[in-house]
């Protein structure tokens, strides 16, 4: 936030598919698209938000580990928040943790607090990492079960409360609240303080930046941990992709500053 002026993440989601013409069939490809994304952009972002299934569906694993260790040496003080969205109990959790933290080397995971405590934990344990819980989601269907009413409130205020009251007693949580609900990115910042909110859905989801500013910024003009991926990783289509990239991470990053 403060390094770089920027509430900007960028979301390294890589589909082949959709990599520029001279790229196709290298069998480093995924690594070195995202990682010309990541030069291009490092002055520009508060953190990189690489979402694991793209990687893990193409074999490319070890494209990922390579990746977050290139962005922590060549940028160092950008942090890597690694969505993977896991959930899990006991051993099993303490083995994705880890997958994420030892394996990868993140800085961050993202997690699913159904399970309760004592699933985070083994995440929590990492004293220098991060954990980021889902509270309400950008999807449509996030409503099936978020806006559930729980003793007088919604489920996805329950879980703003409990992580920012009971679970975050070593300042490691954060919590992911969509773009495209700002009434509710405003509720959960009015129950949670300052603490830090991961903000998908602008860009290619439709998340309206002015309002999402307004409704979860701090007092600080900080708070928030706004992604972007499809919109700034798919700017171009040639081999000046990064450079394209580049420009659309800009305009957002300015965008945002500018309701800050």
């Known amino acids: 936030w403060q390094k770089n002026d920027s509430l900007l993440c960028v979301g390294l989601d890589p589909d082949p598919a959709k990599f520029p013409a001279h790229l196709k069939g290298r069998p480093d490809a995924i690594f070195e698209f995202c990682k010309s994304i ?152 009015e129950i949670v303080g300052d603490l830090p909110l991961l903000v998908p859905g602008i860009g290619a989801q439709g998340g309206d930046v002015e309002a999402t500013l307004q409704a979860g910024r701090t007092a600080a003009g900080t708070g928030l941990i706004i992604n972007n991926s499809r919109a700034v990783l798919y700017a171009g289509k040639g081999e000046d992709y990064a450079q394209a990239a580049r420009q659309a991470a800009q305009v957002s990053r300015d965008l945002i500053n500018r309701y800050r």
């Open 38 to 189: 990541a030069d291009a952009t490092a002055d520009l972002v508060c953190c990189f938000k690489p979402q694991i299934a793209y990687f893990a569906a193409n074999g490319a694993e070890d494209q990922l580990k390579a990746l977050i260790a290139h962005i922590h040496v060549n940028h160092p003080g950008i942090p890597v928040i690694l969505d993977a969205k896991r959930g899990d109990i006991g051993s099993t959790a303490e083995q994705y943790a880890k997958e994420i933290f030892e394996r990868y080397g993140a800085d961050a995971i993202t997690a699913n607090p159904y399970m309760g405590k004592d699933s985070v934990d083994p995440y929590l344990a990492y004293a220098d990492k991060g954990v980021i819980l889902l509270c309400r989601t950008s999807n449509p269907g996030g409503s099936d079960l978020q806006f559930l009413d729980v003793g007088g409130k919604k489920l996805y205020e329950h879980v703003a409360e409990l992580v920012a009251t009971k679970w975050n007693t070593t300042g490691q949580c954060a919590l992911v609240v969509g773009a495209t609900f700002p009434g509710e990115i405003a509720r959960v910042r």
